[in-house]
Structure formats: C-alpha cells, structure tokens
C-alpha cells in the first residue's frame, strides 16, 4: 500500500559505523547525576539533604563481545575517575544548622551500613533498625542507598555544601 517512490525503512546498525567513530562514541558517554533526596520528618521546617551520586552507564559493554573490547579502555578511565569522586551532600540552610545532631548522624549510619555491606554482602540490609534522628523506613533506604553508593567506590572525602533558600 504504498506508492512506487517510497523506499524499504533501512535499519541502522551500530556496527557498520567505522571503528573511529565507534571509538568518538564512546567518548561522549555521558556521566549522569541523581539526586536521592532525605527529608527530615521531624523538622518544623522543609529541611533535606540530598546524596549527588554520578554514574555511568555501561550497559553498552553487554552489547556483544566487540564492542565490550573496543568500550572497554575508554569507559574504565572515567569509571576510574568517578570511583575516586568524593561523597557529595547537599543540605539546606535549616539541616546546615542542626548539623551537630544530623549529618553526622547519617555519617556514622552510613559507615556502619558499608562495613555490614563489606561483611555480609549487598543482598543482606542490616538487621539493626536506625535509631534517631531517622529511624523510619524512607531513611533507612537512604542510609542504604548512600553506603551502596559510597562501597562501589573508594571516595576519600566528603563534601557537605549548604544550599541558602
């Protein structure tokens, strides 16, 4: 049901590109940001810190055996990079200033989930409910989140920036 002018879709195939531009693809991986977000719920006011964890997506090493090969060189330098990145917070004006009560809390809760984390694995949560300030089950999966996060790399340091409303 076409007309006589109308060409066959072709499929593009990834492959077929030379190996220097495969390589310029690569290249330009994007490294992409989150933000995992922890309101305190026992704050008057909105009060959040927020984990800043970057990453890079290598799923295209699954591709086949190629490109994996050809990817490979180039996504470890920037994999290596992002595992040596520091820790990054965000706090607000109003957690900034509870800061004696709160982030060192999470610090140490963060620390304490790593070594569980080293000890039994990433399938197993502790076992050891939270205590305050963040007991509750969203803070909890934070904690978890952030000493997921800071076991798949080797930071050094952290950095705790403090956002004026």
């Known amino acids: 049901m076409g007309t006589q002018n109308q060409r066959p879709l072709s499929s593009f195939r990834f492959l077929d590109l030379p190996t220097e531009l495969r390589l ?4 330009y991986l994007p490294v992409t940001t989150r933000h995992h977000v922890l309101q305190d719920p026992h704050s008057n006011t909105p009060s959040t810190i927020t984990l800043v964890a970057k990453s890079l997506s290598v ?4 591709a086949n055996r190629l490109i994996s090969e050809e990817a490979k060189q180039i996504l470890s330098k920037k994999l290596a990079f ?3 990145e520091p820790l990054r917070f965000i706090a607000d004006a109003t957690s900034a200033m509870n800061y004696d009560a709160t982030l060192p809390n999470i610090l140490r809760y963060i620390s304490t989930e790593r ?11 502790s076992p050891a409910p939270l205590s305050a300030p963040y007991p509750t089950l969203p803070e909890s999966n934070f904690i978890r989140k952030c000493a997921v996060y800071a076991e798949a790399r080797s930071p050094r340091s952290t950095i705790i920036a403090v956002q004026q409303h």
């Open 59 to 62: 799923a295209l090493l699954a």
């Open 82 to 84: 992002l595992k040596t």
């Open 115 to 125: 070594a569980h984390i080293r000890q039994h694995g990433l399938a197993t949560p």
């Open 24 to 27: 310029m693809v690569y290249e």
